[in-house]
């Protein structure tokens, strides 16, 4: 079960072909580096636009999402067993 | 010009919900899954490839399935992740072809005929398109491909094969798949319709073929008996025939919910109706349509009531489409019982283009409010303004279907 967190995080990625990929993300002071990415969900309400990519880092899979009108990032899940 | 018959392709993800699910979560994987609208319903609105296998149906009771399948997990479905598939699947066949067409939320037809000088085979561009699915949406999502001279043989072709595999069906093998194929496998023959097939003995749709004319006028009528006589020569019948045409401008628009449990609280109803109303009344804003006819419907234990009226103007504001629903419609409701479910619908759908304007100054008001609701909403998002009866608590937002019933809003 995925449980919220809904914090800010600073995450750090690269471009290749105009597509984004994080590559590592920074919570709590320490620094998670992304395994895979299992799925990238595009969310649009009105013009709110948000990209949610589910992230595998140390062996647990994390939900981050970028807004992408604010250019924010906000770790908002991660999956509980 | 090419002598070749034409061939069709229908594309079906497997176990969509659950498989997308599976494929976000890695933790998911492998294991039966029952996937419900939200934790604590109690029905399966869609079950894994691993979940299917031991016998869990889509529509299935959780209960049920927990005392039979006592390893089942039971997860909420998301909405998002399978509509941005879908629209990620909707870009991909376009890019194929331009003859794609999408059917429902995880089934695409791609007309393959005119790209036949660009793939070797029908069969060359079905493995092509997997393997695009696979690189779109990962590595544990599967589909079933069927590949025939029309629709309703590709469509039969995928339903009736084992998941993740392509299935081409040559002129020869069509009468073998209609006779072995169940009538419920059948697209277009639904549980109803099949009941009264096996009324008349016919359980495969080629058995169609060697019923008497009179009997099947007299058990589903003459329009269906028309419909089923194409079927059961592999032909198309009405409804997949219009989807190479333009689509139509949607005649109505209706939203229900099903409640966790047995409601009498009338400020309850009340807040949901609203809530229900004021999405119709945004989809039908957006599409720019306004409606005469409102209907609603309630039912809760064993027990339904509807009821409806055509209105000699039309109506595509969110206030007065509430008055008819609630201080009309609603109030006329004399022998109440506690409900579960609620349904509003707007129908006789028009362009505002064709409807003249009310001259009124309380309508002119109204619509000046509601325009600047709706650049609001268009910017912020749904219920970014709303009245104050959904200020506080939860919100009924709108869900994709798998059906797909509004895909001309979805994808305005």
């Not at chain 2, 599967?142 to 081409?168: H, M, Q, V």
């Not at chain 2, 409701?333 to 100054?361: D, N, T, Y």
Request: aromatic share 10%.
């Amino acid at each position: 079960m995925y449980q919220t967190i809904h914090e800010a995080i600073a995450v750090v990625g690269v471009y290749n072909h105009a597509c984004f990929t994080p590559k590592k993300f920074l919570w709590k002071d320490r620094v998670y580096q992304v395994a895979d990415i299992t799925s990238v969900t595009d969310v649009r309400d009105g013009e709110v636009r948000e990209r949610r990519y589910s992230c595998v880092a140390e062996s647990n899979l994390y939900r981050l999402v970028f807004n992408r009108g604010e250019e924010t990032w906000l770790l908002e899940e991660v999956w509980c067993e | 010009m090419s002598s070749q018959p034409d061939m069709y392709l229908h594309i079906d993800i497997n176990s969509y919900f659950a498989t997308l699910l599976q494929q976000e979560t890695p933790a998911l994987r492998g294991k039966p899954l029952a996937v419900v609208k939200d934790i604590g319903r109690t029905c399966v609105i869609a079950a894994s490839k691993e979940a299917k296998a031991l016998g869990v149906r889509t529509g299935s009771l959780l209960p049920i399935v927990k005392k039979t399948v006592p390893q089942i997990v039971v997860v909420p479905a998301d909405f998002a992740l399978c509509w941005s598939a879908t629209s990620k699947l909707k870009t991909l066949f376009e890019s194929l072809s331009p003859n794609s067409e999408l059917f429902s939320l995880d089934e695409s037809f791609i007309h393959f005929t005119p790209l036949n000088r660009l793939y070797e085979s029908p069969l060359a561009f079905a493995q092509k398109i997997r393997s695009d699915i696979f690189t779109v949406l990962g590595e544990w999502v599967t589909c079933n491909i069927g590949i025939a001279r029309t629709r309703f043989l590709a469509k039969l072709a995928s339903e009736t094969a084992s998941p993740d595999s392509i299935t081409e069906v040559s002129t020869q093998q069509e009468a073998v798949l209609l006779a072995s194929a169940m009538c419920s496998d059948a697209c277009g023959i639904g549980h109803r319709l099949e009941k009264k097939l096996a009324a008349l003995g016919v359980h495969h749709p080629y058995q169609i073929n060697f019923v008497p004319q009179v009997d099947l006028e007299r058990a589903v009528g003459l329009f269906w008996t028309h419909q089923l006589r194409l079927m059961a020569q592999g032909n198309e019948p009405l409804f997949l025939r219009r989807l190479s045409q333009p689509a139509q401008p949607m005649k109505s628009v209706g939203r229900s919910i099903t409640g966790w449990r047995l409601c009498s609280s009338e400020a309850m109803i009340k807040r949901t109706l609203y809530n229900l109303v004021a999405e119709v009344a945004h989809k039908i804003r957006r599409m720019h349509l306004a409606g005469r006819q409102v209907s609603l419907y309630v039912s809760g234990g064993d027990q339904q009531w509807s009821n409806f009226i055509t209105l000699p103007h039309h109506v595509w504001h969110t206030k007065e489409l509430f008055y008819w629903i609630y201080e009309y419609l609603y109030q006329k409701w004399e022998e109440r019982f506690p409900v579960i479910r609620l349904a509003v619908r707007l129908s006789l759908l028009e362009s505002w283009g064709e409807i003249p304007h009310s001259l009124l100054p309380a309508w002119q008001k109204d619509e000046a409010v509601a325009t600047a609701c709706d650049a609001i909403s268009a910017r912020y998002g749904l219920f970014a303004v709303t009245a104050g009866i959904l200020a506080r608590g939860h919100k009924i937002r709108p869900e994709v279907t798998g059906f797909l019933g509004d895909k001309q809003y979805q994808f305005l």
